[in-house]
């Protein structure tokens, strides 16, 4: 498993992180139970991922809690995230949930801890009320580095994380990017590349970039949307081209983001020991050739208005 810094915090990650949300929040979703999630994350750990991706909202924190049982704790880097949407978050109610989470996961201190979500409209308010909350837990030693995750479906060109990069208060973003949406190249790997923000990447496959017959319905739906020139793809078999250097499509998304500059982790959810394999088998596979990734480039060079959900 490739590693790499994860910007200013100086944690060695691995290229692949475990994703515990999504559509399947490891088999969570699937009805496993919570030992048969956690040995899904063993397995994971063992072949040498060792980031693993979670939040207050998912329920999976205690799979995780149960996982990490009886390893080196400081091998393992845990993000996780406090939902901001639901409710109007208070510094009292964010101290809450931190306690709810480390108890949930078993732990002393949380590596990554987010605010998740956050939408446009709320960063404000977040910034002034409830940053300086965060900055207390880290001196207090129960996080250590303080990030943000965007909502990429409302958010699909990336306004709070433009601004939040300015700012400069973010050690870790949560950003979407895929082959269909790569609003985030300028938009946001850029300045963190810039400031040295560790970068861990959602919504790498989602529905769109799972099956073939999702891809060309999702292509079609943007070239009717005046996004993609008809003239640039195979409207019957619009990636077919990638046929001949990944083993699936999933396989092409995952090494596509991976190889993004400003990238560190790319979440990849499963709650399938096989499925499991097949993707730890992507991110040990070489980069897409540069032929491909540059027509996968321009094909979608202009499209903003799906994530691939």
Same mark, same amino acid.
């Given at each position: 498993?490739?590693?790499?810094?994860? %910007?200013?915090?100086?944690?060695?990650?691995?290229?692949?992180?475990?994703?515990?949300?999504?559509?399947?929040?490891?088999?969570?979703?699937?009805?496993?139970?919570?030992?048969?999630?956690?040995?899904?994350?063993?397995?994971?750990?063992?072949?040498?991922?060792?980031?693993?991706? /979670?939040?207050?909202?998912?329920?999976?924190?205690?799979?995780? %809690?149960?996982?990490?049982?009886?390893?080196?704790?400081? /091998?393992? &880097?845990?993000?996780?995230?406090?939902?901001?949407?639901?409710?109007?978050?208070?510094?009292?109610?964010?101290?809450?949930?931190?306690?709810?989470?480390?108890?949930?996961?078993?732990?002393?201190?949380?590596?990554?801890?987010?605010?998740? %979500? +956050?939408?446009?409209?709320?960063?404000?308010?977040?910034?002034?009320?409830?940053?300086?909350?965060?900055?207390?837990?880290?001196?207090? %030693?129960?996080?250590?580095?303080?990030?943000?995750?965007?909502?990429?479906?409302?958010?699909?060109?990336?306004?709070?994380?433009?601004?939040?990069?300015?700012?400069?208060?973010?050690?870790?973003?949560? +950003?979407?990017?895929?082959?269909?949406?790569?609003?985030?190249?300028?938009?946001?790997?850029?300045?963190?590349?810039?400031?040295?923000?560790?970068?861990?990447?959602?919504?790498?496959?989602?529905?769109?970039?799972?099956?073939?017959?999702?891809?060309?319905?999702?292509?079609?739906?943007?070239?009717?949307?005046?996004?993609?020139?008809?003239?640039? &793809?195979?409207?019957?078999?619009?990636?077919?081209?990638?046929?001949?250097?990944? @083993?699936?499509?999933?396989?092409?998304?995952?090494?596509?983001?991976?190889?993004?500059?400003?990238?560190?982790?790319?979440?990849?959810?499963?709650?399938?020991?096989?499925?499991?394999?097949?993707?730890?088998? /992507?991110?040990?596979?070489?980069?897409?050739?540069?032929?491909? @990734?540059?027509?996968?480039?321009?094909?979608?060079?202009?499209?903003?208005?799906?994530?691939?959900?």
């Amino acid at each position: 498993m490739q590693t790499t810094i994860l %910007g200013r915090t100086g944690l060695t990650v691995s290229r692949m992180g475990m994703g515990a949300g999504g559509p399947s929040q490891i088999g969570k979703k699937a009805g496993l139970t919570e030992s048969e999630s956690a040995d899904i994350l063993r397995k994971a750990f063992d072949a040498g991922v060792n980031f693993v991706d /979670s939040s207050e909202g998912y329920g999976t924190e205690p799979i995780i %809690g149960q996982a990490i049982q009886g390893r080196d704790r400081s /091998s393992i &880097v845990i993000s996780t995230k406090k939902s901001t949407r639901k409710k109007k978050i208070t510094p009292q109610t964010l101290e809450e949930s931190l306690h709810q989470s480390l108890q949930r996961l078993g732990t002393d201190y949380i590596d990554i801890y987010n605010l998740h %979500g +956050v939408v446009p409209q709320d960063y404000d308010y977040l910034v002034s009320d409830v940053y300086p909350t965060l900055q207390r837990a880290r001196e207090a %030693g129960k996080i250590r580095f303080i990030a943000v995750s965007e909502m990429f479906n409302e958010d699909k060109t990336h306004t709070m994380l433009r601004k939040g990069l300015q700012d400069d208060l973010w050690d870790v973003v949560m +950003v979407g990017f895929n082959i269909l949406n790569q609003t985030a190249r300028e938009a946001v790997f850029q300045k963190a590349i810039e400031n040295n923000v560790g970068v861990q990447i959602m919504f790498a496959v989602r529905k769109a970039l799972s099956r073939p017959e999702h891809i060309k319905n999702f292509v079609a739906d943007l070239i009717e949307k005046g996004q993609i020139d008809p003239e640039d &793809v195979d409207v019957e078999n619009p990636l077919g081209f990638l046929e001949a250097s990944a @083993v699936s499509l999933p396989d092409a998304a995952y090494r596509f983001c991976r190889e993004e500059a400003g990238v560190h982790v790319v979440l990849s959810g499963t709650g399938n020991p096989d499925h499991l394999v097949a993707n730890l088998e /992507s991110f040990d596979r070489p980069p897409l050739p540069e032929a491909d @990734v540059e027509r996968l480039k321009h094909i979608f060079r202009n499209v903003d208005s799906t994530t691939g959900q």
